[in-house]
């Protein structure tokens, strides 16, 4: 088997440089990974004149565990749908390994999309199909060769350990089970981003530290995960990385941060 | 590739399944469409078969007399081969015209048959240089009254059916145009409906970053089916009427030689196909279209 001999020249496989970078990014996290994500003075206006963004700056490197957080209306979920290009931004640019957003080919955003997984509060799953058919359905429409489907859906169930309920209904699971099954359709693709809009929300606490747990463990795979939460017992206990919002704006950026502003 | 047509294909088949009454009530909607669209194909290509047929050949046509000598006759057809408005006389005989008869209208052989004598008159078939000419010739056969039953002016028939042809044909065309539009508007909102029954689906797909082809395609196809449908049904349909609409043709023009049978062929079925099939897909196409990647 060759050897890979990862580049350390040439603009795709090396640091990204991002100019005139405010020099707010948390000490200590520079020299972890490459930047995979990056927003610069990032605003964000809808057609009906809502600010939900305004001049925010963020990095994330490759690997990082970032929890978002902030009041409802914050921008957490603006700021999710411009890193999965189902928005663009007003201003400023939002680059994802690299690549800027806005001078995506149209036809270039599902590829960009394939490397992010996303799971969210209410799971989206299709209640008549079986845990393993919402699993495969998202390698099924993105072309994927049929006796591919089945190995890599077995694999993603196993990660979320719900190969036992493979052939149940989502209307036949718990909450907690539902919410399993998101995150192996979302782990399917092999994503480098995972974004989790706050997938706690319909569980109790229990089963949330289960989901967390293995946010973890997609963690320690080496996935970037991004998680916007109002779940301030599990933020504080995990000490990572806080992005807080409120009114569009960045407030806080802190690395082993609890959920309020400890000052 | 494969797999992607094997997909669409079976998700619009899903599709046209679960929107079971929306699927019904387009297509019968494009069944009526398609049914008026062929009858004024069929219509027209009558009327423009007459026209062509009796503007080519006859202009003029005198039926005899059965009372009429033969000697008398001949005469007539001499004289009016010496007019230099004449071009050709052509004498047809009371079997000619039934043997004509028969070999036109194969189904109404048998009811000429129960007759007890042949009721068609012999008749001379004039054909002119100049249509326009057509009095001079018209008052001389109108004049020898022993042998000239009738004079069937043609080229007066012929305006006639011109006029007619035209009138059908604008106001067909007019009429088929909103019944397209209506046709349109029904599969789009059946698509529409069929899209946002499925608008979860279609977000999930959008999420794990299926491409616009794989959420466009099944729907196309779905409406390409109800079009698919509609003309199969249509075809059918024109299929199980030909024989009666061949009869009501030829009543309708007449002696004329117009064979409806011919006409709801090939090119009819490959007409109403094609509209339908078309018509399914741009329906589609445009109600899709705001569900894509923006």
């Known amino acids: 088997m060759p050897m890979v001999t990862p580049s350390t020249s040439g603009s795709t496989s090396g640091t990204l440089r991002v100019p005139n970078l405010p020099s707010r990014r948390p000490a200590g996290r520079s020299a972890d990974g490459k930047v995979f994500i990056a927003l610069q003075g990032v605003g964000k206006t809808y057609a009906n004149g809502k600010i939900a963004l305004r001049d925010v700056?963020?990095?994330i490197p490759e690997g990082d565990f970032v929890f978002l957080v902030g009041p409802s209306g914050a921008g957490k979920?603006?700021?999710?749908?411009?890193?999965?290009?189902?928005?663009?931004?007003?201003?400023?640019?939002?680059?994802?390994?690299?690549?800027?957003?806005?001078?995506?080919?149209?036809?270039?955003?599902?590829?960009?999309?394939?490397?992010?997984?996303?799971?969210?509060?209410?799971?989206?799953?299709?209640?008549?199909?079986?845990?393993?058919?919402?699993?495969?359905?998202?390698?099924?429409?993105?072309?994927?060769?049929?006796?591919?489907?089945?190995?890599?859906?077995?694999?993603?169930?196993?990660?979320?350990?719900?190969?036992?309920?493979?052939?149940?209904?989502?209307?036949?699971?718990?909450?907690?089970?539902?919410?399993?099954?998101?995150?192996?359709?979302?782990?399917v693709h092999d994503p480098r981003l995972f974004i989790a809009d706050e997938p706690t929300g319909n569980l109790d606490p229990l089963i949330?530290?289960?989901?967390?747990?293995?946010?973890?463990?997609?963690?320690?795979?080496?996935?970037?995960?991004?998680?916007?939460?109002?779940?301030?017992?599990?933020?504080?206990?995990?000490?990572?990385?806080?992005?807080?919002?409120?009114?569009?704006?960045?407030?806080?950026?802190?690395?082993?941060?609890?959920?309020?502003?400890?000052? | 590739m494969l797999a992607f047509v094997a997909?669409?294909?079976?998700?619009?088949?899903?599709?046209?399944?679960?929107?079971?009454?929306?699927?019904?009530?387009?297509?019968?909607?494009?069944?009526?469409?398609?049914?008026?669209?062929?009858?004024?194909?069929?219509?027209?290509?009558?009327?423009?078969?007459?026209?062509?047929?009796?503007?080519?050949?006859?202009?003029?046509?005198?039926?005899?007399?059965?009372?009429?000598?033969?000697?008398?006759?001949?005469?007539?057809?001499?004289?009016?081969?010496?007019?230099?408005?004449?071009?050709?006389?052509?004498?047809?005989?009371?079997?000619?015209?039934?043997?004509?008869?028969?070999?036109?209208?194969?189904?109404?052989?048998?009811l000429i048959n129960s007759l007890p004598s042949n009721p068609l008159p012999a008749s001379l078939e004039i054909n002119l240089r100049d249509p326009s000419d057509y009095l001079d010739v018209a008052n001389y056969l109108r004049a020898q009254?022993?042998?000239?039953?009738?004079?069937?002016?043609?080229?007066?028939?012929?305006?006639?059916?011109?006029?007619?042809?035209?009138?059908?044909?604008?106001?067909g065309i007019v009429v088929l145009v909103v019944v397209c539009l209506t046709v349109l508007f029904i599969i789009m909102n059946t698509i529409r409906l069929a899209v946002m029954a499925r608008a979860e689906e279609i977000e999930i797909m959008r999420l794990v970053g299926a491409s616009d082809a794989f959420i466009r395609w099944p729907f196309i196809f779905e409406g390409a089916l109800v079009g698919l449908f509609g003309a199969l049904i249509t075809i059918a349909l024109l299929w199980v009427v030909q024989t009666p609409l061949t009869n009501f043709m030829s009543d309708f023009f007449n002696v004329l030689p117009v064979q409806a049978s011919v006409l709801v062929g090939r090119d009819v079925a490959l007409i109403v196909l094609g509209t339908g099939v078309g018509i399914g897909v741009l329906g589609s196409f445009l109600s899709v279209r705001s569900y894509l990647i923006r």
Do not use: C
């Open chain 2, 7 to 110: 997909f669409s294909l079976r998700r619009a088949w899903q599709g046209f399944w679960r929107n079971g009454l929306m699927s019904l009530a387009a297509m019968a909607t494009m069944v009526l469409m398609l049914v008026l669209l062929s009858g004024l194909i069929l219509m027209l290509a009558g009327l423009d078969a007459t026209i062509n047929y009796v503007g080519q050949k006859v202009q003029v046509v005198a039926y005899i007399k059965d009372t009429a000598p033969k000697n008398d006759v001949d005469r007539i057809q001499l004289v009016l081969q010496e007019m230099p408005q004449v071009t050709e006389v052509n004498y047809v005989s009371k079997e000619q015209a039934l043997a004509d008869f028969q070999q036109r209208q194969p189904g109404d052989a048998a």
């Open chain 2, 145 to 171: 009254t022993s042998s000239v039953d009738s004079v069937q002016d043609l080229k007066v028939t012929v305006g006639q059916m011109i006029a007619v042809a035209n009138v059908l044909r604008t106001g």
């Open chain 1, 77 to 187: 979920s603006t700021l999710i749908r411009l890193l999965i290009r189902d928005e663009k931004a007003s201003q400023g640019h939002v680059l994802l390994d690299d690549r800027d957003l806005a001078k995506l080919k149209r036809r270039d955003v599902p590829r960009i999309r394939r490397k992010i997984g996303i799971v969210f509060q209410d799971f989206k799953l299709l209640p008549t199909k079986s845990v393993r058919d919402n699993v495969a359905f998202a390698l099924e429409v993105t072309g994927t060769p049929r006796r591919q489907i089945g190995p890599a859906v077995e694999r993603v169930l196993r990660v979320v350990g719900l190969h036992d309920q493979a052939d149940q209904l989502p209307s036949e699971l718990s909450g907690g089970e539902q919410q399993r099954t998101a995150i192996a359709r979302a782990l």
């Open chain 1, 57 to 59: 700056d963020l990095v």
């Open chain 1, 208 to 263: 949330s530290w289960e989901i967390i747990q293995l946010l973890l463990r997609i963690n320690e795979m080496g996935v970037t995960v991004l998680m916007a939460t109002h779940n301030a017992e599990v933020v504080t206990a995990l000490r990572k990385r806080v992005v807080a919002l409120d009114d569009g704006r960045i407030v806080r950026d802190e690395i082993g941060a609890a959920y309020h502003r400890e000052d």
